[in-house]
């Protein structure tokens, strides 16, 4: 790995991989009618956000997403005490709203653009941009359910 490829890792890292964890850890904590506590969130979403470095080893394409898939429900369950079957559903169901998401806007966007889909990923500027509509509409997801949550009294004792 060339000094090079570690930069723009190291750029993705806070551009791309620590908003996304974030943002996906708002999105499960609502999902399972949990409280957003802000310690967890992010302690949750930082080492979420270190395990995505496991898609620079040498393992079959899409692996890594099954990794980080598990890797977060283990979390999830851990620094919450849910149950890690039901933290590994919610982790799959917001798993699918993104592939459905990227699968949306992808093909039109590198279009519009004039992108190959492998550029766009190897420019650490380009994949956060790329990634932005699915996070704002998760975000907006998260927010939502957590008012819902906190308006209907849907929030453990």
Not at 5 to 23: G, R, V
Not at 142 to 150: F, L, P, Q, T, V
Request: aromatic residues 12%; proline residues 4%; hydrophobic residues 60%.
């Amino acid at each position: 790995m060339t000094e090079q490829n570690i930069q723009a890792e190291l750029i993705a890292f806070f551009i791309q991989d620590l908003p996304e964890s974030i943002i996906m850890t708002l999105v499960v904590f609502s999902f399972l009618n949990l409280r957003f506590a802000w310690r967890k969130v992010l302690t949750i979403a930082f080492l979420q956000a270190l395990v995505n470095f496991v898609r620079l080893l040498p393992i079959a394409a899409g692996m890594h997403t099954v990794i980080l898939i598990i890797f977060l429900a283990v979390l999830i369950s851990i620094f919450t005490g849910t149950r890690l079957s039901k933290s590994l559903m919610v982790v799959l169901i917001c798993s699918v709203i993104i592939l459905f998401l990227s699968l949306i806007y992808t093909k039109p966007l590198l279009q519009l653009t004039g992108l190959t889909y492998e550029a766009s990923f190897a420019n650490p500027f380009l994949r956060a941009l790329f990634s932005l509509p699915y996070e704002i509409l998760l975000l907006v997801v998260a927010i939502g359910k957590n008012y819902y949550n906190r308006r209907g009294g849907k929030f453990p004792a």
